[in-house]
Nanobody
Framework: QVQLVESGGGLVQAGGSLRLSCAASGRTLSSYVMAWFRQAPGKERDFVAAIDWRDGTTVYADSVKYRFTISRDNEKNAVYLQMNSLKSEDTAVYFC????????????????????WGQGTQVTVSS
């Protein structure tokens, strides 16, 4: 079992920055793919970014590419999402997700590929 706890959400003005954290416990993440998804009110949960703990490979949704950066900290067993140049359309609940041994490919972008989920953290961007 892996437990995931997100933090770092809040209210920020458009153009500002936030850094989300996802602390993992229960297992070491050396063979896991970690991802961030987000869900805006009345919408489906969408993929944001993912990172392979094994080699650091990252992928991003087109909507956040060059603005958001996903990273990991091996010592802290944590994953981060640095969000810059925030827009009102980035407003959502952000979820951390994890799964073991996901092969690189389209599966990384699918919600159904991930077994473990955090409770989410709210990000609100005011325009």
């Amino acid at each position: 079992q892996v437990q995931l706890v997100e933090s770092g959400g809040g209210l920020v003005q458009a153009g500002g920055s936030l850094r989300l954290s996802c602390a993992a416990s229960g297992r070491t993440l050396s063979s896991y793919v970690m991802a961030w998804f987000r869900q805006a009110p009345g919408k489906e949960r969408d993929f944001v970014a993912a990172i392979d703990w094994r080699d650091g490979t990252t992928v991003y949704a087109d909507s956040v590419k060059y603005r958001f950066t996903i990273s990991r900290d091996n010592e802290k067993n944590a994953v981060y999402l640095q969000m810059n140049s925030l827009k009102s359309e980035d407003t959502a609940v952000y979820f951390c997700a994890a799964d073991a041994n996901l092969k690189y490919g389209r599966g990384w972008y699918r919600e159904s590929s991930y077994t473990y989920w955090g409770q989410g953290t709210q990000v609100t961007v005011s325009s």
